[in-house]
């Protein structure tokens, strides 16, 4: 089985500040790891995925996350946060290839951008 | 392209009522999820189908809930009867068959259901 546990439950930055929201996963096979971000009312839209191609994974919005094998992480980065990043954000792992693809989602980081 | 439809947007029932969400996924898409994501929590799977077939419903607690997807395509999930603690956000999303497509879900607005 797989899980993911997201290190921080509230983040809070500046505007203009670097983003970064940890997240480890555990999984006895080669993962595939997910960012979804959810903004209040709206439903959960997908950031970027790692799915073994390159480790350096960029997404939408300027966020990029880097899969690390060795220390079992999958961390989403921004350079620099703007006003309309504030929202709860999902680290996300899938079962393995063949299997009925389940999502495992981590209990969410939530991000406070501060003007 | 257009999204996943969910509807509707809030429910506010009585406990013991009945309830019923309807999910339209993405033309094409073979495989339609839903989830319950209770306050604070990340969403968590209640069944999975592909095509018109059950591929997944280990969590679905099957004494109050029931869904289908007759034709394949759209979907309702039902709850009867309520219980407070069914109270969340009840998300639909859909994926692909084969290729990139497979590997992403996409994501409904979602229903929220508060249960008094």
């Known amino acids: 089985a797989q899980s993911v546990t997201q290190l921080d ?44 191609a ?6 939408i919005n300027g966020f990029e996350a880097e899969f690390k094998k060795s220390e079992t992480s999958f961390h989403l980065t ?22 009925a693809r389940q999502l495992t989602f981590g209990s969410g980081t939530q991000l406070t951008v501060l003007p | 392209e257009a999204g996943v439809a969910q509807s509707p947007r809030y429910k506010i ?38 095509n018109n077939g059950v591929v997944d419903d280990s969590q679905l607690p099957k004494d109050r809930f029931s869904a289908e997807r007759l034709k394949g395509v759209d979907s309702t999930l039902k709850i009867q009867p309520a219980k407070l603690e069914d109270s969340a956000v ?11 497509s497979q590997e992403t879900q996409y994501f409904g607005p979602g229903t929220r259901l508060l249960v008094l």
């Not at chain 2, 009945?18 to 999820?33: D, E, K, M, Q, R």
């Not at chain 2, 009840?90 to 990139?100: E, I, M, Q, R």
């Open chain 1, 78 to 99: 921004k350079p620099s946060a703007h006003m309309s990043d504030a929202a709860e954000y999902f680290c996300v792992v899938t079962g393995p290839s063949g299997s």
């Open chain 1, 54 to 59: 390159a480790t350096l994974v960029k997404g």
């Open chain 2, 13 to 50: 029932i009585e406990k013991r009522q009945s309830v019923a969400f309807w999910c339209n996924p993405i033309s094409g898409h073979a495989t339609l999820y839903w989830y319950q994501q209770i306050l604070g929590q990340g969403p968590k799977l209640l069944i999975q189908f592909q």
């Open chain 2, 90 to 100: 009840y998300l639909c999303a859909s994926s692909g068959l084969a290729g990139p």
């Open chain 1, 9 to 52: 439950s509230h983040v809070s930055v500046s505007e203009g500040t670097p983003v970064l929201l940890r997240c480890n996963y555990s999984s006895s096979y080669s993962p595939s790891l997910f960012w979804y971000v959810q903004h209040p009312n709206k439903g959960l839209q997908l950031l970027l995925k790692y799915t073994s």
